[in-house]
Structure formats: C-alpha cells, structure tokens
C-alpha cells in the first residue's frame, strides 16, 4: 500500500514538472512568432524602433503614473474633507438636545470648557460620563487605580474584561467610542498636595472633587480654595441609600454626614469653612464600615499601600453614588452657562443651622447677664457656624460632663475667668447648665479628670488669629 502511495506521488510530481516545461517552451514559441522570423535585433534601423517604442511606452507609463498619483492625492482630499464634514454633522446631531436644551450659546461655553475630575470611583466615573454626553471641550480624569471585579456594580463604564486595567484608560477608550469629539487626558496617579500645581495646571474651568480619602481630599479643596479655582466637592455616598435626601449646598451648610464633619474639621484648621459646593446626604441610617480581614491587611502591608488611604470596606450600591455624580457634573453645566443650580431665594440656613442660630443667641445673652460682654463684640469672632463645630466636631452632641446626649443642651463659658471664645466652651444640659452658671473655680468644684478632659477637648479647638486678639480683648 505504501509502496503504491510513493509511486502515485512521484506521478504526479513528474506530471506537473512536464506541464510546467511544456507550458514555458509554449510560451516561448509564441514570444519568437510575434516578433518575427528574423529575429536580428543588430541592425540600426531595429535599435531605433526598440528605443522609440521604449521611450513611446515610459512616456505614457510616467504620464499615467502622475495622473494616477493626481487624482489619489485629489481623492484623498476630498475624502478626508467629506470624512470631516460627516464627522462634524455625527456630533451636531449627537449634541441636538443638548443644544436645544441650553441653547446655542449655552453649549458653546459647555463646547469650551476644560473640567478635570479627581476620583473615578462611582460618583466620579458618572460625573466624567455625563461631561463628555454634554460635550466638552476637555477633560482630565485623574485616578491611582485599577478596575476590580467589584468595582463593576458602580462603574459607569466599564466591563469584565476591563478588570485590572487602568480606570482612568478604561474609561479614556470607552469616552472615545462615545464622542471622540471631546479630547480626554488620563493621568494614573495619587492626588497629593505636592501635586496639585502639576495635576491641576492649565486654568480648568472645573473641578470636580470626587476623592474618598479625608486628607487627600482636604488637600485638594485647599489648593483649590486658595487658588481661586471652582470646585465641588462629594461627600460620602456609598453607606447610603435615600435618593430624596441628597443636597447641593455650601459646604458651611451641609449637615448630617459624618465624613463631611471631618472634612469640616480638617477645612478648619486650613483657615477654610464656606465657599465648597458640596453634594451630600443627609440619611441618618447608613451601613458602617467593615474592617478588613488579616489577608486583606496583610496584602496591603506587602504592597505598601499609603497610610492615609481607608483601609476599611464599605458597602455600597450603584444608584447613590451615580446620582451623586450626576448631581455634581449637573451643576457644573448650568454653573458653566450661567443657570444658578441653587437660587437666591432658595439659601436660607437649613433646621439644623437654625438650631446652631439659636443656641448661639442663647450664648450670647448669658454672657451679657454674667459677664457683662457686649452682644457686638461676641458676634465679631464668633457665630453658629462656631458652635456647631464645638458641638459636633469637638464635644459629639454629647454633653461635656455626663457624657450623654439630651434634647435640651446649652453652650456657655467653660471657665469663668477666661474670655468667651470657642476654645472655651461647655456643651451641657439644662440641669447641668444651671449649675454650672454658678461654680466660680472649676478646678475646685469638678473632678481633677473631668477638668483635664474637657481643657484636653478644648486645646484641640482651631481659632484663627483675629477670633484670639478679638477674644482677648474683651479681659
């Protein structure tokens, strides 16, 4: 059998090596036919035909080459110049709405916007989605981090095969299928202070603080704030899930979130407590922080991993975080065409602030009845704004001395001798404010722990030079 497989294959080589002979000896006999029988190509007269034809024939090749060359060229032109203009009219009819929505003019300041967005986690992958369907001119997404498998319950963009790319590339090739219009830079790095001049040059006309980490976030809003650049800021989103008590306010307004009273707090020590658009819930019912386990802790200690960065888990869903970032690019929008998100009429101190107003009214009036401190002078240094941070941030809305919480708490001197200012205020109830109003020592009237609690509470009080020469100018 084999034998007969070697002989059919030597066949068939043989077979198509004659064909091949045959067909070239063919092809030859063919050659000398048209050019004749006298094939002798020495005589002048068959030099001369050979180099006319010769020249005859490179002169049309060169003449129909440059034609060829011409018109490609043309073709390119004008493909290049139809493939613009139908670029152009995709975009136009991709902005249609959102032109008619703000109106021409409108959306060319929208088409001339530079926003950057630190953070694109869930609140700022859905603020950078909704800039780029607006179509603006640029934006730089900033961000340190990969895409995890379970980050995608929040990401507004990406998908599985994402995972373990950079969030801010992934998120630069999915803007570019959506409208490669809009020009995105992608810069995969933490946000520091140091680097805020680098990160955030180019005059933006937008900032959008979208950072889940308390000191970096401070950092930023500083830089900000004393650079004169427009910012806005994301509270805590993901322990929520009450669409209807989420608020844009000044940040001297926001209440209710305990990560916005920490970021309050650090703002504070920088000279800095209003003037932040912020985004933030108010919902009292909110899921804690889960710590992470030994593994966890471990990988993080491998990967030596920054000690300012949360090393807790949260619980979070998809729809609190995206309408967090929806609210805060919304406002960046109308901010940018000029439609006030927050009207005049509508900024007016929120119940907490009032109850701050309040109290704060009381503060005074005592001081002018056991003191003798003038109402004016009080009100130049200090104001609800100040009471609410000894309250809440210093003393928790817990009373000073019992430690306990109480519908009724009042704020007053703390030790008789020393100036009315916030770094020397008692939060206590009524019980305990009516007899307080007549100790004289408090050395010699309260425990010596309680004392040097209270004076260790109050050395941690941030007052700014002109709150301490106003306060001690009133000894």
């Not at 049309?60 to 011409?70: G, I, R």
């Not at 306010?249 to 305990?258: A, E, L, M, R, W």
């Not at 703002?267 to 966890?296: A, F, M, W």
């Not at 005592?366 to 704004?385: A, I, S, V």
Request: net charge neutral.
């Amino acid at each position: 059998m084999e034998n007969k497989l070697l002989i059919a294959g030597l066949s068939a080589g043989v077979g198509a090596a004659v064909t091949y002979l045959t067909s070239s000896l063919s092809a030859k006999k063919k050659k000398r036919s048209l050019n004749g029988d006298n094939n002798d190509n020495s005589s002048p007269s068959n030099q001369h035909i050979d180099k006319s034809i010769k020249m005859d024939t490179d002169e049309v090749f060169t003449t129909t080459a440059a034609t060829t060359t011409t018109t490609t060229t043309t073709n390119k032109k004008e493909s290049l110049n139809l493939d613009s203009l139908l670029q152009e009219e995709i975009f136009n009819e991709q902005m249609d709405r959102t032109k008619l929505y703000y109106g021409e003019e409108g959306f060319e300041k929208i088409r001339e916007s530079f926003v950057v967005v630190v953070g694109l986690g869930g609140v700022g992958g859905a603020a950078a989605h909704v800039l780029l369907r607006s179509g603006i001119k640029k934006l730089r997404l900033i961000d340190p981090d990969l895409v995890t498998l379970s980050s995608l319950n929040r990401n507004a963009l990406a998908t599985r095969n994402d995972v373990g790319r950079s969030k801010v590339e992934v998120m630069k090739q999915h803007f570019h299928d959506i409208c490669p219009e809009v020009e995105v830079e992608a810069i995969q790095t933490f946000f520091t202070g140091e680097l805020a001049p680098k990160l955030l040059h180019g005059n933006p006309d937008y900032i959008l603080d979208c950072i889940d980490n308390t000191q970096t976030k401070v950092e930023l809003l500083t830089y900000c704030k004393r650079e004169n650049l427009r910012v806005i800021s994301s509270f805590g989103a993901g322990s929520s899930s009450d669409p209807t008590k989420i608020h844009i306010s000044d940040i001297s307004y926001t209440y209710g979130c305990p990560f916005g009273r920490e970021v309050r707090r650090l703002l504070k020590v920088n000279g800095i407590q209003e003037g932040i658009l912020c985004v933030y819930s108010t919902e009292t019912h909110r899921k804690k922080l889960i710590p992470l386990t030994d593994e966890e802790l471990k990988l993080l200690n491998e990967q030596a991993v920054k000690p300012t960065l949360r090393v807790r888990t949260l619980g979070v869903s998809m729809p609190i975080p995206l309408m967090f970032g929806t609210a805060m690019s919304c406002n960046v929008l109308n901010d940018i065409v000029g439609l006030k998100t927050i009207l005049e009429e509508e900024k007016q101190t929120p119940p907490p602030l009032t109850e701050y107003t309040k109290l704060f009214k009381l503060l005074v009036k005592k001081d002018l009845l056991m003191h003798r401190t003038p109402p004016t002078h009080l009100k130049k240094f200090m104001g609800p704004l100040d009471l609410r941070y000894i309250i809440d941030d210093i003393y928790q809305k817990k009373s000073g001395i019992s430690g306990q919480q109480s519908s009724v708490l009042f704020v007053i001197r703390w030790r008789p001798e020393k100036p009315c200012a916030p770094n020397n205020l008692i939060y206590l109830s009524q019980a305990e404010s009516e007899i307080h109003e007549k100790v004289t020592n408090v050395d010699q009237h309260y425990p010596k722990e309680l004392v040097e609690r209270i004076d260790k509470l109050l050395s941690t009080v941030v007052m700014n030079e002109k709150q301490i020469n106003l306060a001690n100018s009133i000894l």
